[in-house]
């Protein structure tokens, strides 16, 4: 073999290496990529329900279980039988991003969100309503906090016995929709029905409706943070119209 073959073979020979490695090379830089900017992803689930482990806290579980399958990790906030003030529209949220009333789970639940990258609520039914503790938690944060909800995925969950529970779902996913959160939805609306603590776990349907919803949300978050930084559409200023002359 002289030169110039010698060269000709190991010039082919390396071209084909070079094709026959780059496509591993790129997954696995895909991979590290995707591991670093999936470390801090989290989800903040709140638990609206009295009962710690009823139901509505089988759902969330569900949920949570399926998101960190996908990596992303997850905190449950419990209201329990907690009492929680009502939103008393004194404004004072405006100035200091916190609500005045200091003395329950609405300021813990901001400083979590604030580190969290989107929200699932879950609550049961309550004559076809969600129950008054989680609505007035919800609508505390809402307005305090907005700024803290603004662009992170949200998704609702609604459990009940017989019905109800589609208002319940509704409900819970107006404030989301007036903070531009992407709505995360399931193959059906986010419900799971359960009477009896633990009643949930026959709900097959129910109990895939959350692994899905989860699936849908760990996609959306990492579309999202697929370069480190979260990336959100840029929006005109907001403006109001009052209908009040």
């Known amino acids: 073999m002289d030169r110039r073959d010698f060269i000709k073979k190991t010039a082919v020979a390396a071209?084909?290496?070079?094709?026959?490695?780059?496509?591993?090379?790129?997954?696995?830089?895909l991979e590290n990529k995707d591991n670093k900017a999936m470390k801090h992803l989290k989800v903040l689930l709140i638990n609206g329900s009295p009962r710690q482990k009823g139901n509505t806290n089988l759902a969330l579980a569900e949920a949570a279980k399926q998101l960190e399958k996908h990596g992303i990790g997850t905190e449950v906030?419990?209201?329990?039988?907690?009492?929680?003030?009502?939103c008393v529209a004194c404004n004072q949220c405006h100035t200091t991003g916190r609500c005045v009333f200091d003395d329950d789970l609405c300021n813990h639940a901001i400083e979590i969100m604030t580190q969290s990258d989107a929200l699932i609520v879950g609550a049961p039914t309550y004559y076809g309503q969600p129950n008054g503790t989680v609505l007035s938690l919800v609508q505390r944060m809402s307005y305090a906090a907005s700024k803290v909800m603004q662009n992170k995925p949200a998704a609702a969950v609604a459990v009940c016995r017989r019905g109800g529970a589609s208002a319940v779902y509704q409900t819970l996913l107006m404030p989301f929709q007036m903070q531009n959160m992407p709505i995360v939805t399931s193959q059906y609306?986010?419900?799971?029905?359960?009477?009896?603590?633990?009643?949930?776990?026959?709900?097959?349907?129910?109990?895939q409706t959350m692994r899905t919803m989860a699936d849908n949300m760990a996609f959306l978050l990492k579309k999202i943070h697929a370069d480190g930084e979260p990336k959100y559409p840029e929006r005109e200023k907001h403006q109001t119209t009052s209908f009040i002359k």
């Open 189 to 207: 609306w986010n419900i799971v029905y359960g009477r009896t603590e633990g009643e949930a776990s026959l709900d097959a349907e129910g109990l």
């Open 77 to 86: 906030l419990q209201i329990g039988s907690q009492a929680i003030h009502g």
């Open 15 to 29: 071209a084909a290496g070079a094709v026959i490695s780059s496509p591993l090379s790129s997954l696995a830089a």
